[in-house]
């Protein structure tokens, strides 16, 4: 059986300073043994941890476009940031990958494709993202909820960590899977296992963005 955080960051996002090493370390305390790496703009971390994890990584890239965040699951390389949301669900398709919505109803400090936007490319998304442990608010969570039911979508998690200390509070528990098609069965049946991160963690993420700029 997996522990699976579906959407953790590295340094190799602009704000997270989390190398791949205490991530792994981190996950071994915790007993999450399953992980995706999905860090903003890049899949070249999430491809470097594959080669060095002793459990199952998911190459993923969190995709910036003009109304909100995509994410790509089981990405070969990274795709552009800030491209329109049907191109970026276009290129994760050509991978082979995953389309995971996350946190979709985040309007505050974040970027959620909404009801409208989801609603307006529903056939191309495989995955909605319904507990994100940084949601400032549980409403968020219920309608994103509520949205993958309606819509017969299969539902993730996951601590969107930033610091350390987030990775653990969120995982699903699941069967263990070879390919994306396995992987979408597995998470179906699967058991989300979230609680939140409170509000203190925001500034873990500001603290490695402005860290980062003086570089």
């Not at 987030?166 to 609680?195: D, S, W």
Request: net charge positive.
């Amino acid at each position: 059986m997996l522990k699976t955080d579906l959407h953790i960051h590295s340094n190799f996002s602009f704000d997270c300073g989390n190398s791949l090493d205490d991530i792994i370390a981190r996950c071994l305390k915790t007993g999450v043994n399953c992980i995706a790496i999905s860090d903003h703009g890049t899949a070249e971390g999430a491809l470097k941890m594959q080669k060095i994890a002793p459990f199952p990584v998911i190459v993923a890239e969190e995709i910036l476009t003009p109304v909100g965040e995509v994410i790509g699951l089981f990405l070969k390389e990274t795709i552009p940031t800030r491209i329109p949301v049907a191109e970026a669900i276009s290129r994760i398709k050509e991978q082979g990958g995953l389309v995971d919505i996350p946190h979709p109803f985040d309007k505050f400090n974040r970027s959620g494709l909404g009801n409208k936007i989801m609603s307006q490319y529903i056939n191309d998304i495989d995955i909605i993202e319904v507990f994100n442990a940084r949601s400032p608010l549980p409403w968020n969570s219920w309608l994103a909820g509520r949205f993958a039911n309606q819509h017969n979508k299969a539902k993730s998690a996951g601590s969107d960590s930033h610091t350390i200390a987030e990775i653990g509070t969120t995982y699903v528990e699941m069967n263990e899977f070879k390919t994306p098609q396995e992987f979408l069965k597995a998470l179906r049946a699967g058991k989300i296992h979230g609680r939140m991160s409170g509000p203190f963690v925001h500034f873990g993420s500001v603290w490695a963005r402005l860290n980062k700029a003086k570089k």
